[in-house]
Structure formats: structure tokens, C-alpha cells
């Protein structure tokens, strides 16, 4: 059991394993030579911003404008939000503007026009491609769409061209394994160049996102950044897809034990989908797992238990499936840990975080 | 447009649909002669409790121990939590039972024992019955264990017995119709009432939950408790299986549109995972629909537009499905609103809240 109390659904970081994958990616990074812009949406804390300002980090992406703000108050003066400029929040950007080097995302002509008659200082601007996730941006293949964004940005005094940006969302969900991915990713690098020359600009910088195929990948050509954020935790989806071990995963929730079913191979444990989110990984016979169990030792925790898994979820109750030998050793007072399916989403939903040492992790709070 | 500023996504309460829908449920209830005992897990908000209040509501059902201090410190003094004790927050619990009329649940001869010892304070005890969700609670078949659980009980100075209580979460997903529910429910009292008079206490109250029975069933028969929670505001699932009409629904999420995909049917909306929660509700050809796309209007919203549907999620983009004719309509720096699949995940998600009249509407902060 960790030294410190725990009384109801927390989630435990452990630092030393965020670490080491701060350093790892960090290092991959320099290796081929990119700017290394990690994404902050993962983690959303001030403190975990921190180790990687300490492993030389000063240029970070976020996913809102609030983010942006909550980065800005803790000492980041280069922060790229990586989500289509959403015109409605002008002021707020307009005050970032004033205070720290801002790169924003635009794929639309009549947005960048709209933009830059509303902004009160500079700010960097990222073109948007769809590189396959078709979720937004600009289709790669659609050469004259951007280069007319790229023409028109140069017109507008406010608007510092400074990249284009893709992020291969595809790679999250049926990465088709490795090599698939490699062929892709030389595509679009192939592709991106191509755009690069056509618009004519030297120093347009292309900027690359994703943890899977940061992790994977061994050569990730041309790119001059890269965007990843999961990788500060990794998670079940990740481990899935081979893009970490089990071993780097960082972070797990800690849920208390209130029912146990033997009867039924199951127990119900303290921790529901407002601390996992609903995110599910569909496994054989439709069964949908939400996450691994395993025990928390005196400063960590063990590998997953075999066969017991986080297979139901509602509000609070989460329900466990294991081995009925398992079950019968498991009793209401008691706490585990579950590894979540997507560390993203469950950061953002469960309130409380301590490292396991136990030192409280504040990050965000919205409400 | 509504009268007020809309710059990020918010929760949008519409106040009159939310009152009709507590005073048409309270209505009911009082005809049945039970006591109405609202969940409040849906709504977690202090201002919509007042609503209840001033309804006639007195006694309340929550579903952790941190919800029942919010509440207690609302003024609520018969707060049940409905969810197994959990022996980890007896702290929480004693602090509770010293200040409030307190009722737990449990299911467990040792957990029953363990807590009488914790207790400083004497609490009411339901015992949780399994009724076919298969959640927790005893299977109500299990008469041997029932009996012994409810005997026991009586022997332990600090727990009070109070009732039997049944949640049919079955009912929210593949209600198999009107007919079907009826009887399962006629099934369920029966067996509840057939306990009652194993148990043979006269003053054991039979409780019962779920909105979609509460709202769809002429009939509830021999219960003397209600504890739906969801039916304040509805959402797109129990219009699904039809224990409300969309003219119900009373909460919106309002989403800025960022980018507009014609050639692909789709809009990108600010409003994601973080927002609406991942609850989905599976639609033919492995669509996943998400939400329904509304026009708010001076002092509410629109019918849903028909064919326009939330059909992606990730952390903060949303995805909107809709014919073409309709993508050429929107424009980025517009607010749209979707009606959520799940209001209750959506609530808890979402961190700020407002009424259609722009009266800001503060809910539990667990952050």
C-alpha cells in the first residue's frame, strides 16, 4: 500500500516512470533534430509542466484557449494552441497576445480575414492539414486550398506564417501495425514537403503530433517539431497499440473496494465513469475493458493482475471482473489501482492527484 | 441567440422545462402516495436543489459521501447515499451523521459489522437489493441472505433499519417496451413485498429508482419510495426509450462552430469528450450518435435540426454530421447547441452552467 491515506477516487502519479518518459521522448527528439513542443492537454498541470521545463522544455502546445491562460500564468511565454482559432474567445486571445509569444491554427481564408481584424498584436499562425484523421483541417491532397491559406496569411499584418501543423489522429485506432504506419507517415511527410516548396518559404516549419508514432516510429523524416502528449503517462489504448510497455504507464486511479461478488466473478469497486470518462477498448464477445487492476505497493504499484479487469462503468460504480479465487481474496475497505484506457480523459475527470509519494498534483480546474 | 455572451462550451439550463419536469414527477409520486426522494446526481447544483425545495422536496438521495456535505451544507438534513458504504471515508461519514438524518446502504453481513463499530452516530440502513442489473446489492432471489443481512442489522446499536432498495439500471438500456417493464416491475414488487413479510417488519420501506419506470409506468405498485434523479433534466438516452419527449430535455450544451467541412458533411464544433463525456448511443451502420443538434433561440433552443447529430468526440473537438445544405448555412464564430446523450455525465463534465436567462447556476466543484 502507498504510505499516505486514501479514502476515495484519486488519481496517483508516478513521477519517477513521467519522468523517464519526459527524458525518453525528450531524447528522441534531439536525436532527429526537431523542436520538441509537447502537448499539455494530457497532464494540464502547472507542477507536471514543471518537469519538463526542468528536462529543458520551453515551447509548449495546448488544446484551449483556457489552457493557454492557465500555461501563461505559470511562466510559459511560447504556447501553440493546437485547436481551429476559435473566433468567439477574441479577447481572451488578444490578452494572450499581449503577454506571450501565441501560435494559433487557422484552415480557413475567411477566418484568417476575420482574425486579423480582430487582433490587437501579432501572433503566429499554423495551417491546419487533414493528414487522415478527417476530424478537421485542410485535406493534404487539396495543394491549391492551402497554398491560397498560405497566400492570404502573408497579406495580413497581424498573422506571422509560421507552419504547417498535422496531427495522424488515425494512428490512435487501428494502427494496422508498424510498418503500415511508416509507409503512411513517409507519405505525408513526402506530401508536406511537397507543400513546403510549392509555397516557397524556407522557414515554414512542419509540425508533427501523435504519441503513437513519436513512440514507434524510428525515422520520422523532414518533420521540424513534434506535438506529442500522452507519453508523459502513456495508458491502456497506448499499450494496446505497442506504442509503450505496460511498465511506462504512469499514472493509475485509485479506487476503494465496496462490494465484492464472487457469485458472479466481479467486485464493485469506488470509481465510475466521472473519473474514467466512458472511453473503452472492445475486446472479444463485446465485452468493453476500461482498464487493468493492479495493487499499489509501498511507492508504486505491481503489474496487472491476470484476468481482473474494469469491464462496467456508471456514474460512480465501477465494475471489476476477476477470477473468482481472486475475488475471494479482495475485501470492502481495501484500495486498488486501475491503469486507465485513455489518460487524457481520465486527468481531465478525476479531481484529485498526488504522485506516489504523496504529494498533491494540482492542475486545472475549469469550474 | 440567447441574450448572453456564449464563448466556450457551456452548460445551458432551460429553468421551465427543468420545474416542469420535478413538479409533473413530484405529481406523480404523490399520486402513487410514496415519498419522493429525487436523486441529485444528475443536476449536483445547490440552485437547482432550491427548485426541488421550494417543490415540496425535503428528502434527497445523492451518490457519494463528498455529495451528501454539499448537500448537507445546502441545508438538506434526510440525505440518503445511495452506493455501498464505503469504510474508507467513516471520518466523512461520522461528520455527516452528527449533523444530518443520515441513511447508508450496504449489502454485507462484515462490511454491516465493521461499520457499527466506526459509527459514533446512529445512521438509517437500506439494504441494496440486485433486481437485474447485476450491478451490486444481493440478489433479490437470495432470500437466505436478505434475511440474515436484515437480521443482523437489528442486532447493531448504531444502524437503523429502514428498507429495502432496488435500482433497475436495466431499464436504461434495451427496455424491451413498455409491456416488458411493467412486468419486470410487477416481478420485482412482488419479490420485494414477499421479503418484507419474510422480514416481517410492517414500517420496512421499499424503495425504489430509475426515471425511465418512474416515468414511462402507469403502475409502480407497493413501492413507498421514488429516487429518480435523471428525469430534471432527460437527455437524448431516455428519449431513446421513450420516457421522455425532446420537448423535455432541459439541459444544452453550448458548442462554438470552428470549421465547416462540406465536402465531408461535417462541422467541427468547440464541445468534445471533456464536455459530453464518451456516452454514446450505438446507431445503425456503427454510427455512434453523441448529441442533437439544436438553434438556440431569444430564450431557449430549437427542435433538434433533422439529420444533424454529434457523431465524434475527442477531447475538446465534436464532430457534427449534416447534410450538405446545412454545413453551407453555418459559419465559424456561430454558437450551436447539441442535446446531450447522457445529462448526467454531461453535468458532471461540463464545468460552468447557465440558464437559458443567463443566470449563472454553480454545482459541485470536486477540483
Redesign the interface.
Known sequence: MLSFD???PLLIIDKAKALANIQRMQAKAATHSVVFRPHF?THQSGVVGEWFRQAGVDKITV????MAHYFADHGWDDILIA???????I??INRLASRIDLQLLL??T??AN?LNELLEHPVGIYIKLDVGA???GI?MENERQVLELAAEITKLDKLKRKGLLAHA?QFYHNPGGITAMQSDVNTISKQLGRLKQQIGDEKLLLSWGDTPSCSMLESLPDFDEWRPGNFVYYDLMQYHIGACQLNDIAVAVAC?V????P??NEM?V?GG??HF???FIAADQNFRLYGFLVKFTENGWSDPIPGAWLS?L????G?VKLPVVLAQQF???E?VGVLPVHS??TV??V??QYTTEGELVP?I???
Not at 465496496?258 to 461478488?261: D, K, L, Y
Open positions: 486514501i479514502v476515495k492537454k488544446s484551449s484557449v483556457s485547436f481551429p482559432v476559435n473566433l468567439l474567445e479577447k481572451q484552415e480557413d475567411a477566418v476575420q478527417h476530424r478537421t485535406p489522429g476503494p465496496v462490494a465484492i461478488h457469485e458472479r464493485l469506488y465513469a466521472v470518462s466512458k472511453e462496467g456508471s456514474q460512480e460504480h465494475v475485501k470492502p475497505g484500495v487524457c480523459l481531465d475527470a479531481g484529485i492542475k480546474n475549469f469550474a
